[in-house]
């Protein structure tokens, strides 16, 4: 079976940090670009940050720019987003997703991409 399935999320406090996983069964997720996205209630599904399957680009919301960063665990098939200087504003849900584009190539629109987690929370609030 194919999946993705995010972990990490909480309540923060503003300021503070967490640090998202995304983890893939049944396919190898080195091969993929992955990207994060967030929905917060009441507002459309936005692009937070993505990395091509070479790890040579990344992309990221300016938002976001200078407080999250995007890698790739040590294992081949996990992929992070480092969220620090978090803002009430980033509460939202989480997604972690993957596309099968080439390779220098980084999607930020969700249709682009193939396998979607089912979401992790994330509250910043005092």
């Known amino acids: 079976q194919l999946q993705l399935v995010e972990s990490g999320g909480g309540l923060v406090q503003p300021g503070g940090s967490l640090r998202l996983s995304c983890a893939a069964s049944g396919f190898t997720l080195g091969y993929y670009a992955i990207g994060w996205f967030r929905q917060a209630p009441g507002k459309e599904r936005e692009a937070v940050s993505s990395i091509s399957s070479s790890d040579r680009n990344t992309y990221y919301a300016d938002s976001v720019k200078g407080r999250f960063t995007i890698s790739r665990g040590n294992a081949k098939n996990t992929a992070h987003l480092q969220m620090d200087s978090l803002k009430p504003e980033d509460t939202a849900v989480y997604y972690c997703?993957?596309?099968?584009?080439?390779?220098?190539?980084?999607?930020?629109?969700?249709?682009?991409?193939?396998?979607w987690g089912q979401g992790t929370q994330v509250t910043v609030s005092s």
């Open positions: 997703a993957a596309a099968g584009t080439s390779s220098d190539y980084v999607p930020v629109q969700g249709y682009e991409y193939d396998f």
